[in-house]
């Protein structure tokens, strides 16, 4: 099982269906990213669980909602290695060292696109 993400534009465009020439509006997609539940316990140290796993829970929509968030518990995981690696899972399926870069490409992202709204697959 894993959490899925995404950040598309605010304003749907035209597109055409390659096969059948079928034109239709949608949302681009700006960004997405895949990581295993098994870093939820890590993220809920970092204070950041909610607004990656649930950020609909907390009202947050838009990528610059988490912006100040994920700077804060990224800056978290970063000054502490030690203590977020005993949250690893024992299985070697979801560890620090996959994290903190995923943690970062995603605020990346929303720093990138801020008007992006955030879309959440579990």
Not at 7 to 26: Q, R
Not at 82 to 105: H, I, L, M, R, S
Request: charged share 25%; glycine share 4%; proline share 5%.
């Amino acid at each position: 099982m894993s959490l899925d993400v995404w950040l598309l534009s605010p304003i749907e465009k035209e597109k055409n269906c390659h096969c059948c020439g079928y034109s239709h509006m949608e949302h681009e997609n700006l960004f997405d990213a895949n990581i295993t539940h098994n870093l939820g316990e890590m993220a809920e140290k970092a204070g950041i669980y909610k607004h990656l796993w649930h950020p609909e829970d907390i009202d947050i929509t838009v990528a610059a909602q988490l912006i100040e968030p994920l700077t804060k518990g990224l800056q978290d995981l970063k000054d502490r290695p030690e203590f977020f690696k005993q949250y690893d899972a024992n299985n070697g399926w979801g560890t620090y060292k996959d994290f903190v870069p995923w943690v970062e490409k995603y605020l990346n992202a929303c720093i990138e696109n801020p008007d992006a709204t955030i879309h959440i697959s579990r």
